[in-house]
């Protein structure tokens, strides 16, 4: 009774979910307190998922390189209208220099992911920026892109280069102001079933690696705990998110741009 009692209560919270697994199942996990209750994530996984029939939807674009010796996250983030309510459909790509399968904490994972193609390999010890420019730009040619979202830090090259050939593109910056809107957005998409994703074991571990921080306004932004815990897939969907929810009625993003107290990263 005890037992059902504790899984009960992991079901519904996420912060508690990863200590049951890890107390009573005996599971690693990634984060202790983890932001997202991942059985829900994990329901919102459709294998059948096709990026090309989403073609004539609109689509952001969020980059995040964060270290170039090690993972980076590109995701294609679509929306559509479904009975008056909106949608959300995250296809991720994560790129990784080829040296990271030997010198990475995480070299055994991503060697196992890259061989099943969750992860592009690219050569040499660190993200070549051109290859990802070029993968962007290709973009357009199946899927309606209204605008790249990337974080100024590492990314800034890339952005200036694809407005070069007539991409849209938006700096993001890492900031509560920024991220509490699309953190709070994704918390209820995700609830109530309007967020859906493919099934990418890539994305799922980042998933539950992300610790939601609060500060005294109770707005939150997405942490890790420890440096081989990466969360680049999701800060790149958050960056994507946010500027989707840019501009609409029932968005308070513009009002917590503007706000002066809002603290960085």
């Not at 920026?129 to 357009?140: H, R, S, T």
């Not at 699309?182 to 690696?209: C, I, K, Q, T």
């Not at 009625?249 to 002066?260: A, I, V, Y």
Request: net charge negative; charged share 25%; proline share 5%.
């Amino acid at each position: 009774d005890y037992l059902e009692a504790q899984v009960a209560s992991a079901i519904r919270s996420p912060v508690k979910q990863n200590a049951v697994l890890t107390r009573h199942f005996n599971q690693w996990v990634g984060a202790r307190a983890a932001w997202l209750n991942m059985e829900t994530w994990n329901s919102a996984a459709d294998p059948s998922l096709d990026i090309a029939d989403f073609s004539d939807q609109p689509c952001m674009v969020g980059l995040d390189l964060a270290v170039r010796v090690d993972i980076a996250a590109r995701i294609s983030l679509f929306w559509k209208d479904i009975g008056g309510v909106r949608h959300y459909f995250a296809f991720p790509h994560f790129y990784l220099p080829e040296d990271s399968l030997i010198t990475a904490k995480n070299a055994k994972m991503y060697a196992g992911w890259a061989k099943s193609g969750y992860i592009h390999l690219m050569d040499g010890g660190e993200i070549g920026l051109a290859e990802v420019q070029d993968d962007i730009l290709a973009l357009p040619e199946t899927q309606h892109v209204n605008e790249l979202v990337y974080d100024p830090w590492q990314s800034s090259q890339i952005a200036q280069e694809v407005r070069k050939e007539g991409v849209e593109a938006v700096e993001y910056r890492n900031t509560v102001a920024n991220l509490n809107p699309p953190m709070r957005e994704m918390e209820g998409a995700l609830a109530s079933g309007r967020f859906h994703h493919p099934g990418n074991p890539v994305f799922d571990w980042m998933a539950s690696n992300v610790v939601a921080k609060s500060d005294a306004k109770n707005n939150i932004f997405p942490r890790k705990e420890r440096e081989e815990s990466k969360i680049d897939g999701i800060v790149a969907l958050l960056f994507a998110m946010g500027r989707a929810m840019h501009g609409d009625e029932n968005s308070d993003l513009d009002d917590w741009l503007s706000d002066p107290l809002t603290m960085n990263i």
